[in-house]
């Protein structure tokens, strides 16, 4: 099973990104990149400090995501990103024309326990609520597709596989 498609795994911080990413990736014979590496040191030291990225620190960032996601058209391949408004989502885009979104999604609840359980991870569970703000859901024009991470990462990755093989698989335009 494969795809020729990227897919951008997305969502805010605690939906799984990091752990669905590479089943997925696994699943669909591609190769993963954790789109946390792709931040600059001062991004990183800015979240862990408790304060949410602006505009100005994510473009770089997501023109890192894009110039990867870029190299493997038409190879396909995954690679997570919150990709939290539909201006980064363009941007990615742009890039990565052939880009499809999977979008992560679950209940605030959840989300801030699995936040709240993690180790290693600098993005504290304080800035949720600014992630949550700043999501902006996927509209129909975009290639792509919702997936509730509810249960474990492999019904979640078994649902999203099907989402994005299945017959009403999103096509990039």
Do not use: C
């Amino acid at each position: 099973m494969s795809t020729p498609h990227v897919v951008v795994v997305m969502g805010v911080a605690g939906t799984g990104k990091t752990t669905i990413g590479p089943l997925l990736a696994e699943a669909l014979g591609v190769p993963y990149a954790e789109g946390d590496d792709f931040h600059p040191p001062a991004n990183i030291a800015k979240m862990a400090s408790g304060t949410p990225l602006d505009d100005g620190d994510r473009h770089p960032w997501l023109d890192a995501i894009g110039r990867w996601a870029h190299g493997r058209a038409g190879l396909g391949g995954v690679v997570s990103s919150s990709a939290l408004k539909r201006s980064y989502r363009d941007r990615l885009r742009a890039a990565a024309p052939e880009a499809v979104f999977l979008h992560l999604t679950g209940d605030r609840e959840l989300i801030e326990r699995r936040m709240s359980e993690r180790t290693g991870h600098f993005m504290p569970t304080a800035l949720l609520d600014s992630q949550f703000a700043t999501l902006e859901q996927l509209a129909p024009d975009e290639a792509g597709h919702a997936v509730d991470v509810s249960g474990t990462p492999e019904e979640i990755t078994a649902r999203a596989v099907a989402a994005l093989t299945g017959p009403h698989a999103p096509h990039a335009s």
